[in-house]
């Protein structure tokens, strides 16, 4: 059997270079359009401009973007403002991907256009033990609910 060089993909002469070579190679690997979204979180600042703050990106479900809002007054508001959002999202993606969006209080998530940042724990707080505590122990009930809270704050400066 021989060897025919004309047979095949066209080649190309010479070697192409990897910046230009590897996103045509991870477009093609990438089916489900996953990159194009990776990159409408990054850009979700720009894209939005001054409204970006209010809808920060969650995710999607099937044909539904998920945005979150830090509190309900904000969702409210940024629900009305769901079709210019939807009309953007779609526009930088060259394809109508979404249909609906989705509102969800933020809960302490992190957005996925966000950077998660691990924040340093807060040094305890040294506490100043009052000067007349323990006077009551008399006069309260030791069985009462009143009374067991006030020996639990008194075992609180006893530890230290």
Not at 86 to 112: H, M
Request: hydrophobic residues 35%.
């Amino acid at each position: 059997m021989a060897y025919r060089r004309g047979s095949g993909p066209k080649r190309r002469k010479g070697a192409a270079s990897l910046s230009d070579a590897l996103p045509r190679f991870l477009d093609r690997l990438d089916t489900r359009g996953g990159m194009a979204l990776v990159r409408l979180w990054r850009n979700w600042d720009e894209l939005l401009g001054d409204m970006a703050r209010m809808a920060r990106p969650l995710g999607h479900r099937g044909s539904k973007l998920i945005l979150a809002a830090e509190d309900p007054v904000v969702m409210q508001e940024a629900y009305y403002l769901g079709p210019m959002i939807l009309e953007k999202v779609n526009g930088f993606l060259r394809q109508e991907v979404f249909d609906k969006v989705v509102f969800e209080l933020l809960n302490g998530r992190v957005p996925l256009d966000g950077e998660i940042r691990p924040e340093a724990p807060k040094p305890p707080r040294k506490l100043k033990k009052p000067e007349k505590l323990g006077s009551l122990n008399e006069e309260l009930d030791p069985d009462s609910p009143v009374g067991r809270c006030y020996r639990a704050y008194q075992q609180m400066f006893d530890d230290s």
